[in-house]
């Protein structure tokens, strides 16, 4: 199998890569998810090292390297010595002393996945980082797009809810923009971030219905509660009322449209469950699927 190198060995975010790079991950991926997997990574050890919470993108990096036939250890900052006042570079080093080749890593501070780099020399992969960057989740979704749809150039993609917190926006923007889709952000006056929409060259409506027209996708996001002064939410009931997804306003979208979400979801806030569930419309669980396979790609991508 054809692999693609990446800059440095690292993904902090998708500024490093390429359009082809990319389209490369789609390649790979979809090659993987139809059978052409070996142990490629057989000696290999991957260390997770997440500093916050996650059920998809920890477990399926676990997922991904035993399937290429890696070894993974865990690190929980909870019951290690960090407990005990030990530093992060000195946990890093510890770490990296023990023979690790990869670290995936998700941390609330701006800058961390670089920094484990720096202090450890090893490969890193961004498994989420504060609001800033979730790379992995960006071509996940790229793929899952891509599968649908065979292109993701002029597709109208609309992205929905609390797009100031989220690190999954950022990283789509890039790797969408990149791609050639026409992007749509659809918020609250208060979780929209317009520089962002400015830099990205993104149509900014507020108003759902109008945002939905003529999508092909729909992207919805998890209202991030714990991240934010609650003050500065709308209400949820004011949220529901305006921007919850439902299959009434999906009528809205185009008729093949679909929907995504990257998890976890708030359910009946801003999606529906019928919605979230209807197993022909809602990626939902097609994305956490598809998860798998693209970490197997860029941890193959980087080690083998
Ligand atoms: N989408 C996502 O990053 O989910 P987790 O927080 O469960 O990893």
Redesign the pocket.
Known sequence: MELIKINNHNLFDLDDYSKDDIMQVVSITERLKHGDIKHTLRNKTICTLFYE??????ISFELAAKRLGADVIHFNEQGSSVEKGESFKDTIQTLSAMGVDLFVV?HKQFGAPELVHEYSGIPVIN??CGSWS?PT?ALLDIYTIYENFGRIEDLNITIVGDILNSR?VRSNLIGLSKMGANITLCAPDILMPKELGTQFNCRMEPELKCALSKADVVMTLRMQFERNDIQNFPSTDDYVRDYRLSTDNMKFARKHAIVMH???INRDIEITSELADDFIQSMILRQVTNGVYVRMTLLQSILA
Do not use: L, Y
């Not at 919470?53 to 920890?58: E, I, M, P, V």
């Open positions: 919470n996650s059920t998809r993108t920890k998700r498994a989420g979730h989740q999954v990257p998890g976890p």
